[in-house]
């Protein structure tokens, strides 16, 4: 079992930068791939970066293409989302996730989830 906590949202103007945390607990967190997904107001939960366990293999959704990357520390068992640019659109809750053993964007393979962040970007 993994056990998933991620830190860093808050409220950021359009065109700001913010980077969240994703701290794993329990299993070690370099045995799976991880990812990053939100969940905007009233749309369902959406991918958006994930990356291998070894870090050599990222997957991006293209509306984060060139403003988000995704990294990891897997001596640290944390995950990180460095997110530039922000839009008001990408307001919503921040959830990583973990447990395929390939970079994936199915969210079905995904064992284990954080409680989500909420970031906020305001106009």
């Known amino acids: 079992q993994v056990q998933l906590v991620e830190s860093g949202g808050g409220l950021v103007q359009a065109g700001g930068s913010l980077r969240l945390s994703c701290a794993a607990s329990g299993r070690t967190l370099s045995f799976y791939a991880a990812g990053w997904f939100r969940q905007a107001p009233g749309k369902e939960r959406e991918f958006l970066l994930a990356?291998?366990?070894?870090?050599?293999?990222?997957k991006y959704a293209d509306s984060v293409k060139g403003r988000f990357t995704i990294s990891r520390d897997n001596a640290k068992n944390t995950v990180y989302l460095q997110m530039n640019s922000l839009k008001p659109e990408d307001t919503g809750v921040y959830f990583c996730?973990?447990?395929?053993?390939?970079?994936?964007?199915?969210?079905?393979?995904?064992?284990?989830w954080g409680q989500g962040t909420q970031v906020t970007v305001s106009s």
């Open positions: 990356i291998s366990r070894s870090g050599d293999n990222i």
């Open positions: 996730a973990a447990g395929p053993q390939t970079a994936t964007i199915s969210q079905g393979l995904y064992n284990y």
